[in-house]
């Protein structure tokens, strides 16, 4: 019985876990998602050439996440904020799916988590789309405490839970924060990377190397020295970026601060909760103060910094807005 349930595996982080537990491992793979005959369901089973189920599931129905997670031996689990809009529902959403993997008798379960924004800040800087899934990562740990505290000796969500705090997505360069071809601030022809993150650092990680720790964690089972491991390859300013690119392309590039105000008026419904977690990486260093670099380097060495991941991927420019000269 090794076949593991990967919910939110139809999506960027959890099929990229589905693809690395096939590399590394010889189990099945089950993949809950709200429509097994959508496109990209379709092509993951595709991909998977008969070890990849699909089963029908959402993780707003607690019934159809026990059926989902029933006789399998490991889950991972990496809920979307952005489907609910909400940090209790992503809450509630992650207590669901922990209850339905206890109550089916899990052996592994990794919850997919973010840093706790509201509370790295002592309150003055909510992050909902961080703060939904670090307070499950707070219930795991309550629960740990009792399960102590009544000395239990093979309590479910210390012996049988983890909890992996990633990072942003370096592929967020090859979609919305891609640079972008045309004018410098200075007026030469060349690349801009506009960005709001002032003059802080922003925490990156790609999704491979994501897929790598958390296959990792699966198959070595808290061996790293704790329960929980957090996550992250490279922390870089808007500067750092943009002489990135420019190594990487030999194309000129700057670096164009975007003002806060700028992104929460851009997104509507969500562009607060975007330019909250820029401003949190402008005024709280993750990597430097959240992080053992040196553990994960050990445990990873081939973990990609941001050029190595510009350099392996190749790099996706958008062209000049049109308008623009
Ligand atoms: N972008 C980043 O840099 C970054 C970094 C770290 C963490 N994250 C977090 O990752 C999460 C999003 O994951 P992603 O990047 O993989 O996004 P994505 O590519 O948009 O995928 C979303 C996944 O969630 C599933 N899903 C959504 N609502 C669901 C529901 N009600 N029931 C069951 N499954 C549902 C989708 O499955 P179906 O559509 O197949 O049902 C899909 O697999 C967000 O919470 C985000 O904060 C993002």
Redesign the pocket.
Known sequence: MNETLV?????????AVVRRLLQASDGAVRV????PQ?A??LGLAEHGRGRISMVR????EPGSLSVAVRGVAQVFC???????MSAVG?YR?GLAALEAARGAGVDKFVW?S?DSAVALTHGRLPVP??DG?AAVAAHIGLQRSEEMMQQETDGWYSEHVSVLT????M??FQEQLAPQRGRMPDGRDGMTVAIPLGEGSSPLISLED?AWFAVHMLKNWQSWGARDLAVVADSLTGQDIAAAFERVTGVPTAYVPVPLDALRASVPGVGHDFAAMFQFFQEHDLMGLDRDTALLRDMHPGLMTFEDWLRTTGVIVRPVESGST
């Open positions: 919910i939110g595996g139809t999506g960027a982080m959890g099929s809950l998602t709200r429509d959508s990209k369901a599931g959402d993780v707003n990496n809920t979307d904020f952005f489907s609910s992503e959403q997919s973010l789309h961080y899934k990633t990072a942003p997505y592929e967020n994501i």
